[in-house]
């Protein structure tokens, strides 16, 4: 292939499997017109928008150590793992246990991107079947805190325990969700995922059907990120799909991914007569 200006032939490779994943991200969607818009869901259905902009305020607490959280009033019980740059965070509210997990700080964070680039499906390393699996790099995530998870679980009297990510943190969570429903039975545990890339592949995906009820996964209209990686490669996504946003023309775009469901949130949540600034978070 001739260029009317000189490549360099490792641009040139790179430049066609960039092109090459996005066709197939593209072509795999599972987003899009799947799932159903929030406003189609009964109040009984789903959690209530004011909850949803507090799981999502929750994420954005998550995303590095502090005293405290705006004006939320939480108590802030942080840990980490610092080798695959993994950070959780557990708040007590209401009398339940919501176990926060952080997403990718990619492209700035040199481990981050590391890990999200180890997509090969691996088995997944609590499970016997050795047809469960999952990506490797977020695997190595939830094992760098699988244990801060365990005791915080254990040490909690309640039975409600909801799983919170955006982004990366929702795959996290999606990992945590089938390895806790499993081993603590005694509790009742929810998934909240904003902006989720898939993490499980068709078996894993498969052993969570009928379990919709428990997993729910906010996604705004133009965000790349649930596309990928691609079903081509045997990933499939888990969960009630709730489409935030209306259909457009738009092109994907990275607002969309972030602050996309902070933007989003807050504009549902006025529409609802309530002013976010009166929440403290």
């Avoid at 092109?251 to 007569?273: C, F, K, N, Q, W």
Wanted: proline share 6%.
């Amino acid at each position: 292939m001739r260029y009317p200006f000189q490549i360099h032939p490792v641009i040139h490779i790179l430049l066609i499997f960039l092109l090459t994943i996005l066709v197939l991200a593209i072509f795999s969607c599972q987003s899009y017109p799947a799932g159903t818009h929030l406003s189609d869901f009964s109040s009984k259905e789903i959690p209530a928008i004011l909850d949803i902009y507090r799981y999502y305020s929750m994420c954005e607490a998550v995303w590095s150590e502090r005293d405290s959280w705006r004006n939320s009033g939480w108590e802030l019980d942080y840990f980490e793992h610092s080798p695959t740059n993994t950070m959780g965070l557990a708040i007590v509210d209401n009398s339940i246990l919501h176990l926060v997990f952080r997403g990718t700080q990619a492209p700035k964070n040199a481990v981050d991107n590391t890990i999200n680039w180890q997509y090969y499906l691996k088995p997944i390393f609590y499970q016997d079947n050795p047809q469960l699996k999952a990506h490797e790099g977020m695997q190595s995530k939830y094992r760098g805190i699988y244990q801060d998870i365990h005791e915080r679980i254990k040490a909690f009297s309640g039975s409600q325990v909801m799983l919170i990510g955006h982004s990366a943190g929702g795959m996290v969570a999606l990992l945590a969700y089938l390895d806790l429903t499993r081993s603590c039975p005694d509790k009742h545990f929810t998934v909240i995922t904003f902006g989720i890339p898939r993490v499980f592949n068709r078996a894993a995906a498969k052993e969570l059907d009928g379990e919709n009820e428990r997993i729910f996964r906010f996604v705004t209209e133009k965000d790349f990120f649930p596309i990928l990686p691609p079903t081509l490669i045997g990933y499939r996504h888990t969960g009630t799909l709730i489409r935030l946003g209306d259909v457009s023309l738009k092109p994907y775009s990275m607002d969309a991914h972030y602050p996309g469901y902070r933007v989003e949130l807050t504009r549902l949540l006025i529409e609802s007569g309530i002013d976010p600034d009166t929440l403290g978070y």
